[in-house]
């Protein structure tokens, strides 16, 4: 781009995606600077491979190139991740920052898209009311969001009818309404779609959840159900979380970016480049990055604004390697999710390789604070998520009961008798932010660039062991309505320290000395200089968190346009 840079945005995915593209869209003159490809439509026509994108992880993080290490408490020597760092590549998307190239973890994504509740915004004052302060474990560093949910939920509206939800409301401007989640907060008009088509058997796990005296709703879900601004509808192919969606059903920022980039000319893409350093003025004001290009080259680009819009781990990583850290509090309180997978064989086909992971339903009836009291000492719930379809092969295989052989006969005859009757329910525990659990750049270890690697410190506390076996047992208890003959769990402290949902590690608030960035995402110590995406927040519900991620973008646009 010749002439006027306004802003440069690096990553470009679920909210830089979202940023630079109503930058451009305002007449600004934008950047954006990508670590993997432009890509093309020819480049999701092959997608029905699980090779490719399951086993060698094309479009998701190489321990190779793009090296994170871990190690489980301060006392303990970090490593390359153990459970992703094989020669083939990962091998479990759900265990590796997500995707890169345009788009971002937006490309890979199963697109869940939920909304946070009203006391999720709320945690700490939340749980002091209910338990005291006392209940609280000693290290924990929770804390309120800055924002309500009254004021983000003009952007959640935003987001779902300009990117595109599919859904069921069940609490709209104080009404309740049936088939939705009826312990939603309320929102101000439905969805733009009508939910997915449900999986064949989704019916056995909403008639047993009812039967309990619970409530299933259908997944809200970011996949177009119908023909919707010119996304085609989902053709229900089965290949979704981990790949590219091949008629363009399922959303993605690259779409709006690529978009945004022919309709304007406001937009260049820079792809496969490595941007290293946040540049300042003399003054501490930003004034630009530099980064090294396709070709391994040192470049400098100059800018009054620049947005930090990659994950919250690299983002972080970005800080810390550019010296923007005078608090102290750039990788601190990092949070993540465990899943709590639970896996069965019902007596009936479910054809778990048809359709999106999102055609089922989803029970709210434990989610945050609506946890019941309990002798575990839960302080904060969750939902138990079906999921009914994209099970492919490979990933079925590696995720099979202990006793079945992993090769030969024995291998064949399970998978043949069993394979058709799998379903899969899970919760999303989150992690409350700790002292202990954080990351910061690794001594040793550096990519191959010669810049040090990011280094994560976490490990599962009995907090978080009890809380998953506490959402386990609701699930043997569905299991048994439905009529489960066999099931196995994932251990309640499993290998994995990245789950795809790790975020708070660029904390928000108004306070400059106990947060790195203000609600709008600007970092506090560097004027001009945003980093935005799940490392704003302060606490973790336990939803996915990229329709947050995206109403937040959306709400930083604004700020950058004098829209607020």
Same mark, same amino acid.
């Given at each position: ?128 009311? =209910?338990? #005291? ?14 924002? #309500? ?8 509206? =935003? ?55 619970? /409530? ?24 979704? /979380? ?74 972080? =990583? ?79 295989? /590696? ?97 994995? /320290? ?15 000395? #106990? ?43 604004? =700020? ?5």
């Amino acid at each position: 781009m010749t002439g006027r840079i306004d802003a440069i945005v690096v990553g470009l995915g679920a909210s830089g995606g979202i940023v630079a593209t109503e930058l451009a869209r305002a007449g600004l003159k934008v950047v954006g600077l990508e670590k993997g490809a432009f890509y093309k439509e020819s480049d999701f026509q092959s997608k029905f491979d699980e090779i490719r994108y399951y086993r060698r992880s094309a479009i998701v993080p190489h321990m190779g190139k793009d090296p994170l290490t871990w190690r489980p408490n301060e006392g303990k020597a970090a490593v390359i991740l153990p459970w992703a760092s094989n020669k083939l590549g990962l091998g479990d998307p759900f265990q590796i920052p997500p995707s890169i190239g345009t788009g971002g973890g937006t490309i890979s994504w199963g697109g869940a898209a939920f909304r946070f509740r009203e006391k999720d915004f709320s945690m700490r004052s939340t749980v002091i009311e =209910r338990f #005291s302060e006392a209940a609280l474990p000693e290290d924990t560093t929770l804390v309120d969001w800055p924002l #309500s949910y009254q004021e983000l939920e003009p952007y959640y509206d =935003r987001v779902e009818w300009e990117i595109g939800v599919s859904g069921c409301a069940g609490h709209m401007n104080g009404e309740r309404l049936p088939g939705g989640n009826p312990f939603e907060a309320s929102r101000t008009r439905g969805y733009p779609m009508p939910p997915m088509q449900r999986g064949s058997t989704d019916h056995l796990f909403a008639d047993a959840a009812q039967r309990l005296g619970y /409530h299933p709703f259908p997944t809200p879900t970011a996949i177009a159900t119908v023909d919707y601004k010119g996304r085609s509808a989902c053709t229900n192919c089965g290949f979704c /979380h981990g790949y590219p969606c091949h008629v363009g059903a399922k959303i993605s920022t690259h779409e709006i970016i690529k978009s945004a980039a022919e309709e304007t000319g406001n937009l260049e893409i820079h792809p496969f480049v490595r941007v290293f350093r946040v540049n300042r003025d003399s003054t501490g004001r930003v004034k630009g990055v530099s980064y090294f290009d396709s070709e391994g080259k040192a470049i400098e680009l100059e800018a009054d604004i620049v947005i930090l819009g990659c994950y919250a781990l690299e983002n972080a =990583r970005l800080l810390l390697a550019s010296g923007i850290n005078k608090n102290g509090q750039v990788g601190k309180h990092l949070m993540l999710h465990n899943f709590g997978w639970f896996t069965g064989i019902l007596p009936y086909w479910t054809n778990p390789f048809m359709g999106s992971l999102q055609g089922g339903s989803v029970i709210d009836d434990f989610t945050s604070e609506l946890i019941p009291d309990n002798e575990e000492g839960v302080l904060w719930g969750s939902p138990i998520n079906t999921w009914t379809g994209d099970m492919q092969p490979l990933e079925t295989a /590696h995720g099979l009961p202990p006793h079945v052989p992993r090769w030969g006969k024995g291998f064949k005859d399970w998978m043949s008798e069993n394979y058709r009757k799998l379903f899969r329910m899970y919760s999303q525990h989150s992690t409350l932010p700790s002292r202990r659990f954080y990351c910061d750049l690794d001594p040793v270890v550096k990519d191959q660039f010669g810049q040090p690697a990011l280094r994560i410190t976490h490990d599962w506390t009995e907090y978080d062991k009890k809380t998953v076996e506490y959402f386990m047992k609701i699930k043997r208890q569905i299991a048994q309505e439905m009529g489960m003959s066999e099931w196995w769990e994932d251990s309640p402290a499993p290998a994995y /320290h990245v789950s795809v949902h790790d975020v708070g590690t660029h904390r928000m608030g108004w306070d400059p000395n #106990s947060s790195v960035v203000s609600p709008f995402g600007e970092v506090h110590e560097c004027e001009g200089l945003y980093a935005i995406g799940g490392g704003q927040f302060p606490t973790f519900p336990s939803y996915n968190p990229t329709e947050t991620i995206m109403a937040l973008a959306y709400m930083t646009a604004d =700020r950058l346009l004098n829209r607020i």
